[in-house]
């Protein structure tokens, strides 16, 4: 009910509402994100996929076949080590101070963003209190755009 609320109040704004599914919130799963956007019914809604919590909630490139293209709105790029943390405080500390720039990990990155429906924007997001205290925004900037380039560079 609060998810169609959402999507009511932003549609007269052009605006799109997106569902993202994190391991230690309610919503746990794409499939379970997925459901909630097809029960709302609007047609402003969809799921943002975070490559981060993609895989810490253990799930696979198949999910994202069972999703209506249309839904997959948002990607967030960005790596990490292969290994999950052990417990949710764990979890939640790697996801907003922990990233690491897309490339530099060990997440298989290339193989989900093949599975992306060609619409969706990808935007990278790395929260990462090591940068933030000894970068600045435009070195940030400058530090994500030559990691992104270099994992792809392979595929242009």
């Known amino acids: 009910e609060s998810f169609v609320q959402a999507c009511r109040l932003a549609a007269p704004h052009g605006m799109t509402v997106n569902l993202e599914p994190i391991?230690?919130?309610?919503?746990r799963s794409l499939t379970q994100a997925q459901q909630i956007v097809a029960a709302a019914g609007q047609p402003n809604s969809g799921v943002l996929i975070d490559a981060l919590h993609f895989y810490r909630m253990g799930e696979s490139i198949d999910v994202l076949k069972t999703?209506?293209?249309?839904?997959?709105n948002i990607f967030h790029l960005c790596d990490a080590p292969l290994q999950s943390p052990v417990d949710i405080d764990a979890l939640r500390v790697e996801a907003r101070t922990a990233r690491l720039m897309p490339g530099e990990g060990?997440?298989?990155l290339l193989p989900l963003?093949?599975?992306?429906?060609?619409?969706?924007?990808i935007s990278v997001e790395?929260?990462?209190q090591k940068f933030l205290k000894e970068f600045t925004p435009k070195q940030r900037a400058v530090m994500a755009l030559k990691a992104t380039h270099s994992l792809f560079k392979g595929c242009l």
Not at 113 to 121: F, P, V, Y
């Open 23 to 27: 391991s230690w919130n309610a919503v």
């Open 126 to 128: 790395v929260p990462n």
């Open 106 to 108: 060990q997440l298989k």
């Open 113 to 121: 963003l093949e599975s992306l429906a060609s619409h969706t924007l």
């Open 67 to 72: 999703i209506p293209p249309k839904l997959l």
